[in-house]
Each structure stands twice: as C-alpha cells, then as structure tokens.
C-alpha cells in the first residue's frame, strides 16, 4: 500500500519528544525547545485524501529544560504537559491560558495521562510513584500516590473506559491498577527493560506496551493469560505506540528512526515509514485512524494518510 505522507520541517527548534491529536482539527507538539504548539491540519482541495499540510495557530512556551509528554482531553480543550523542571502544567488551549500548575518535586512528574472523564491527571514519576493529581484541586499534592515497586515509572496510560490505570518502569515491569482503588489488579510479563510507551486499544480489552528490548507486547487486559502476541522488526529501542481507535492496528515509532504500522491480527509489521532521520519519539493517531503524525529528535512533525 501506498501511504501519502506530508512533512513539516522545522517544526521546532529541536526534538519533538510528544504529540497528541485529539480533534479533527486540532494537533499539539511538545519539543525540547520549551514550547508545545498546537496546529491544524489542513487537507488541500480535490478528490486526492492527500496528507494535510499542518499550519500554526498558537504557541505555549516557558516548558523550562523542554517538553517530556503531553496529555489532552479527549475533546481537545485541556493539554497536561510535563517538562523537564519536574513541573506539570494544564493548559486551556482555546482561552490560551494557565488551568493549574502543578509543581509536585522535582522527580514526581515524569510521564502524563489525563482520565478519559478529564478531571484526573496520573503522572509516573522518577520516583517510583505513579501521583494522580484533581485537575480542579488547589495545591500541589496528589490526590492518591500509587507505588508499584519503587522503580523509575516512564509510562503511564488509562483505558478508554477509566477503569484501568497502566503503569510501566525503567525494569520492564507493568503494572494494571483498577483506577477508582488504587488496588493492584497483576502484573503483565514479557519485558525485562525500560517501557517507553503504553496504549490501550479503543474498547480497553488490550493493552500495547513499547520498550527499550525493541519488541512490543499485546497484553490481555481481561483475561489472566498475559501476553498475547510480541511485535518483532524494530532494529532498537521502541519509544513510543498507539493502538488504532479505529481498527485492530498499532503504530509504532522507535530509536531506529521507523515508524512502523502493524496488524495486531496477522502480528505483522505491514508498512515502514523512513521519513525521519533521528529518533522517533512520538506516534499518534487522529480519533478516525485514518491518519497519525509522527515526532521525533530531528524536529519534523510528519503527518501520514492511511486510507
């Protein structure tokens, strides 16, 4: 198959470390270069589903050391960002204002996830913490501290249905919460390095998990059998993976510089994108699936049509 792809150069002034793509209309990138931008993507006139050209509407700065993750609400509204000075800040992106910020320490906030319902924000942390903060609370105390073991927790994600909360360290361990207790629902196998990158599939019976022994594993979420299937064709590290919202597709983007698409059924690497030339640190899909955008340590954001 033949995907068209669009390439935005200098879309920051260094890596891109995280994006997200909550509306149709609406992209946020978050870069090393202290800012997270926010971009619509404009498909071009004529029957060709070109990939859209992304264009600039605004800019959020003062991310000091630089931009680590980011977590939008589903409707787009509310971005939750976590920067490198260990800080956590929640942004209205249609009023361009501050919601909260949140300075919980300086190895407290690593990774971020919004709740599916917006009001919960869970931060995995260097720490060993996973800290879940109230969007609307003052202060800057969590409002639970789960700990899994104690080790570095570089991802974080909560099933699309807000039962499950997903937690992944720097040891290969995973762990499944039950969102609402807090409580340990068991642990999921498979790796034994860093986790990149979690995402739970679009009804949350599966979860996708991305790390630095370059394989993704397809976890069970509902039954005890663990892992499903493992993902073999990344040269290095995985940084980062996306279930599709649509289909039973992944995405994956890694140190290898590929960003690779993956039929979860056939466990097939079905297509590799080269467009970049240095780490690829961010894949997401826009809520169709028909399209996702790409970052990485090179600054270009690369926008792919996939049907």
């Not at 971020?112 to 202060?139: E, I, R, T, Y």
């Not at 466990?267 to 028909?290: I, L």
């Not at 399209?291 to 270009?300: E, K, P």
């Amino acid at each position: 198959a033949m995907f068209q792809t669009e390439k935005r150069e200098g879309a920051h002034e260094d890596s891109v470390w995280a994006v997200a793509w909550p509306t149709d209309d609406r992209l946020m990138s978050g870069s090393i270069d202290e800012t997270v931008k926010v971009w619509t993507p404009a498909t071009s006139a004529g029957k060709n589903p070109a990939a859209p050209r992304l264009e600039e509407t605004s800019t959020f700065p003062g991310h000091f050391l630089g931009v680590v993750s980011l977590s939008t609400t589903g409707d787009g509204k509310l971005c939750a960002v976590s920067s490198l000075d260990g800080r956590l800040r929640v942004w209205n992106i249609e009023e361009k204002s501050i919601v909260k910020t949140i300075d919980p320490g300086p190895v407290e906030a690593w990774t971020v996830c919004f709740h599916p319902q917006g009001s919960l924000l869970a931060a995995g942390s260097q720490s060993g913490n996973v800290n879940v903060f109230g969007v609307s609370s003052a202060g800057d105390k969590p409002e639970a501290v789960i700990t899994p073991h104690g080790k570095f927790v570089m991802a974080v994600a909560y099933s699309p249905c807000g039962r499950f909360l997903a937690s992944g360290a720097i040891d290969g361990a995973i762990h499944l919460f039950d969102a609402a207790s807090g409580n340990l629902i068991r642990k999921l196998e498979g790796h034994s390095k860093g986790i990149r990158s979690l995402s739970f599939s679009a009804d949350s019976k599966t979860l996708l998990s991305g790390c630095e022994d370059m394989t993704i594993i397809v976890h069970d979420v509902v039954a005890a059998g663990g892992a499903m299937a493992t993902l073999i064709g990344h040269d290095s590290w995985v940084l980062s993976v996306a279930h599709s919202p649509e289909s039973n597709e992944c995405l994956s983007g890694g140190s290898d510089k590929r960003v690779r698409l993956w039929d979860l059924g056939q466990r097939q690497c079905t297509h590799t994108f080269t467009e970049h030339t240095d780490q690829v640190w961010s894949v997401a899909y826009n809520p169709a699936g028909n399209r996702f955008v790409s970052a990485g340590d090179d600054g270009l954001l690369v926008v792919a049509q996939l049907s």
